[in-house]
């Protein structure tokens, strides 16, 4: 077995020891790394190298892992040719790490309904405008799942977008997939890497805050309830209530 190969399977086993896992999922395609629909791939690689992480090759899910296990964090960047087809390499992950749930997952995706520059951390809300987190709510059966949405503009206000012959082949019905799927143009790319990435990254931050909250009170509850405890020596069921 290579080391690649070990380290691989080290991931996966570690992963599914551990209860509540953070999954962070850059929608895009890392071989692809200028087009807009991979600024989620942008910035999910700034924020492995501020936190001193590697990247290993996953070729059986189309995806590079990387993960941190003092944090349990499994940080995902997916390499199918469009990111409508994201979707396809969760589903293999969750096969194989079937204890990542949607509480404590984060995609970290492109927003082509938000201006160029606004990046927010969210829960929940729609995703049907966009074919790469359609997927994924499809896999989760839910939209209620955390999100670092990257603002790419839309290619109506954008005026740097131009159509040409391929934008507009008939296997595209509008004008936004031709949009996305195009790199940004020189002028745009500096702002994005000086300026939009890392505030992306910092939103991931705060995203994962936002998760470990949620474990914590989820754990916390789970403490605390008792109602559904019942007692080897009394019968509830059969009990009367006792009034004063």
Known sequence: MSRASKSLSTIINSVRSKSDPILLFGVGNYESITSRNSIGIKAINQFAGQIGLKWIDFPDSCSKISYSPDNN????????????????VLKRLLILMPNIKSDTFCAIHYEHLFKLGIVESVFGGRTRHNEALLGISSV?????????????????????????????HSVYQDTTRPFVVNRFPDIQMEMVDKV???????????????????????????????SSFKSPRINFDNMETIQY
């Open 73 to 88: 964090l499994l940080l995902v960047k997916c390499d199918t040719y469009l990111a409508k087809d994201n979707f396809e």
């Open 140 to 168: 989760f059966q839910t939209e209620n799942y955390h999100r670092v949405p990257i603002g790419i503009a839309h290619p109506v206000d954008d005026i740097s977008f131009k159509t040409n012959p391929y934008t507009m």
């Open 196 to 226: 939009v990435v890392p505030q992306a990254a910092k939103e991931i931050m705060n995203s994962i805050s936002n998760i470990k909250k949620h474990i914590a009170r989820k754990n916390e509850n789970e403490v605390h309830d008792i």
